[in-house]
């Protein structure tokens, strides 16, 4: 049986939440954490300050499968200020130049082709990319620069929605890892005219979409029976594997971390269930028709059925 921390429970599940601007990532989930009582959370993809929109907040047993969240797809919603260039690459940071940036949407379009697909990132220093251990954005509050190594990422879509003025609407969907102040920035510097990010709000994480997630306001003036009642079951962030449901004597082996013969062909990470409670236990991994657990939940773990 888990034990919670005086004052504190054991609280398994995930909480969408639309993170306001302002505070960090860690400071929304902490009170969405001191709302719940929950005992342990974390959080899957780190928003800036700045930025709005979609946290999945993971709670108890649920931060097991955080890697699932972070690993997958992003969908954002930007605006970029087209002949303002800042030290940080939004609104966060000082104008160091300003240039008159005057725009057609066609030109726009025709240069934000060159950024979809598979393209190369240098991350910013104001991130929260670490290197050797620290934060980029702790080095960068210093005043100091290093050297970061380029990296691919993948830019699935990058719709341009309104040009007003100086100021361009777009849509990113891409893969984990990519910076939108950093492709602000490379799409301002193949116009010829610079850019910074003014406004980034995320809409969707893999799966999850902005508009189950719930404030902070909300949570806060309807209680933790509000909150509660909002949590979805950890194996929701695994919806994308396929599921494997095993009978109880199996089951109890493969919680006891023995392997197992299944009918699946494949290699393949998968959810397991016990076939008879439906109860989820966990992931493992099929290979050559074997399956061995990877990251199991505690035994006595509620909110996990789907």
Known sequence: MRRAAAGLRDLDGILLLD????PSSNQALQRARRLL?????GHAGTLD?????LLPVLLGEATKFSGSLSEADKVYEATIWF????????????????????L???????????????I????????ALKVAGRPLYERARRGETIERASRSVHVKELAVKELRGDECDIR?????????????EDIGQALGCGATLKRLRRTAVGAFAIEAAITLEELESRGAPCA?????PIDAALAHLPAIRLAATVAAQVLRGQRVAVQADETTHARLYDGDSDRFLGVGRVVDGTLQARRLVASDTRNCLR
């Open 104 to 118: 057609t949407i066609e030109q726009v379009v025709r240069v934000a082709e060159q950024f979809r697909g598979n």
């Open 172 to 184: 990113v969907h891409c893969s984990k890892g990519t910076y939108i102040r950093a492709l602000a």
């Open 120 to 127: 190369s990132q240098v991350p910013p220093m104001h991130s």
């Open 228 to 232: 509660e009642s909002k949590l979805l």
């Open 37 to 41: 009582g929950a005992r342990k959370a």
């Open 83 to 102: 002949g303002v260039t800042t030290t940080t690459g939004d609104l966060d940071g000082e104008i160091v130049d300003r240039r008159a940036a005057h």
């Open 19 to 22: 993170k306001p601007a302002g």
């Open 49 to 53: 300050p700045l930025a709005t929109g």
